[in-house]
């Protein structure tokens, strides 16, 4: 497809369980930065690929959240013993060279 | 510290009138300012953009203003309409850094 894609649109998790969330970028977009929206919240900044270069990890909330992104093209977040506070929807962005990030519809992640 | 505060977490406006968005910023290194839209269950979309080097973008019936001095940038949608109602972000950016977004402003246009 032209957009991004993020998998699964929806999961449910056990608490203390890991949880694996994918994203596959618009062709050819260099950067890709995961955000989450939790409920009643704005969109809060996890972590930022560009190119080669080092990723941002500045937002990552705790160090159960890492975030790989292969070949510079599909990423993966994955976060480690789930806990209640991190129900979120995730959302994955990818830009080119212009500052525009185009979203998925991201993942609506519960954990219960 | 938040540095993109949307004041304003809602708005109602009546369809055909203007709807006014607003958003403050601290960070006088940010050099471009994004509006984005969401709608429930799915991702934000891009709705219009502005350099710091402009103070006036216009887009059909959206505009955003920039006023640097005041770190302050907004968003008019004139007529408004019902399918305009949705929850808009308003976001900054320093080159090679990602966006900073606010919390956001839910806005109703009423028919």
């Known amino acids: 497809g032209a957009g991004v894609s993020q998998s699964p649109s929806n999961k449910v998790t056990e608490k203390g369980k890991d949880v694996e969330l994918r994203c596959d970028p618009i062709s050819g977009h260099t950067a890709l930065y995961w955000y989450r929206q939790s409920l009643g919240q704005g969109l809060e900044f996890l972590i930022y690929?560009?190119?080669?270069?080092?990723?941002?990890k500045s937002g990552l909330p705790s160090d159960r959240f890492s975030a790989e992104r292969t070949g510079g093209s599909v990423s993966t977040l994955t976060i480690q013993r789930t806990q209640q506070e991190d129900s979120a929807v995730y959302l994955c962005?990818?830009?080119?060279?212009?500052?525009?990030?185009?979203f998925g519809q991201g993942t609506r992640l519960t954990v219960v | 510290d938040q540095q993109v505060k949307q004041n304003s977490p809602s708005l109602s406006v009546q369809e055909g009138r203007i709807s006014i968005l607003n958003c403050d910023y601290t960070n006088s290194m940010f050099d471009y300012f994004l509006w984005y839209k969401k709608y429930p269950a799915e991702g934000p979309t891009f709705l219009i953009s502005i350099s710091s080097i402009k103070d006036k973008n216009e887009d059909g019936r959206f505009t955003v203003f920039l006023n640097k001095s005041a770190k302050h940038l907004s968003l008019h949608i004139v007529p408004s309409q019902p399918g305009d109602s949705a929850v808009y972000f308003c976001?900054?950016?320093?080159?090679?850094?990602?966006?900073?977004f606010g919390k956001g402003t839910r806005l109703s246009v009423i028919a």
């Open positions: 976001a900054a950016s320093e080159r090679n850094t990602p966006l900073v």
């Open positions: 690929f560009q190119g080669n270069s080092a990723p941002d």
């Open positions: 962005a990818s830009s080119d060279e212009r500052v525009e990030a185009f």
